[in-house]
């Protein structure tokens, strides 16, 4: 199976700075990223999809970027509703398999 | 709007079955390529199991091979997860999502349930 390694694996930040979040891919993949936010209690949400591309009714805050093994969630300006765990995930080939999860603090 | 369901969690011993359902509104499930993701308790999300919405051809995380089965009843717009010969390990939060597929395009996860939970103890 593909192993997808995220880090950090927390990350302690404030309402307005700039993050970035890495998966980085045990082969390429091309660019068969999405990225989920969860939040405790609530159903994971989707951000971007094909490692790039922002889902509607996701803030243009955050981004996506990378292709074959790669890739970066960036968000550009942090607001106290982005405090929340965050996974990278592989569609590219079975089993999909996500990272181990970032888990994003107010500092 | 779209929504998916999911139900039948619960409490059971180790060996035993489960059958989750997960019911969808607003769109087909044979439209869609249908998930199931797991969390246990205090850790990261896991992928568990598919059916795509061509040919209706399934795919399983090794783990759960030979033990869980995904089905779909388009009838009742409904997808299952049969899960036989529990254990402990199988303990989680079961979310079920729908995904779009082109191809090899996919477009993600959109829509996912509150989940339910499946407690495996003796």
């Known amino acids: 199976a593909i192993q997808m390694t995220q880090s950090p694996s927390s990350l302690s930040a404030s309402v307005g700075d700039r993050i970035t979040i890495t998966c980085r891919a045990s082969q390429a993949i091309r660019n068969n990223v999405a990225w989920y936010q969860l939040k405790p209690g609530k159903a994971p949400k989707l951000l971007i999809y094909a490692a790039s591309n922002l889902q509607s009714g996701a803030p243009s805050r955050f981004s996506g970027r990378g292709s074959a093994r790669d890739f970066t969630l960036t968000i550009s300006s942090l607001q106290p509703e982005d405090f929340a765990t965050y996974y990278c995930l592989q569609d590219y080939i079975h089993p999909h398999t996500f990272g181990q999860g970032t888990k994003l603090e107010i500092k | 709007q779209a929504q998916v369901e999911e139900s039948g969690g619960g409490v059971v011993q180790p060996g035993r079955s489960l059958r989750l359902s997960c019911a969808a509104s607003?769109?087909?499930?044979?439209?869609?390529?249908m998930h199931w993701v797991r969390q246990a308790p205090g850790k990261g999300l896991e992928w568990v199991a598919d059916?795509?919405?061509?040919?209706?051809?399934?795919n399983y995380v090794d783990s759960v091979k030979g033990r869980f089965t995904i089905s779909r009843d388009d009838s009742k717009n409904t997808v299952f997860l049969h899960m036989n010969g529990l254990i402990p390990e199988d303990t989680a939060v079961y979310y079920c999502?729908?995904?779009?597929?082109?191809?090899?395009?996919?477009?993600?996860?959109?829509?996912w349930g509150q989940g339910t939970t499946v407690t495996v103890s003796s």
């Open positions: 999502a729908r995904l779009y597929s082109e191809g090899d395009y996919f477009y993600g996860m959109d829509v």
């Open positions: 607003g769109f087909t499930v044979y439209s869609y390529d």
């Open positions: 059916v795509s919405h061509h040919g209706g051809s399934t």
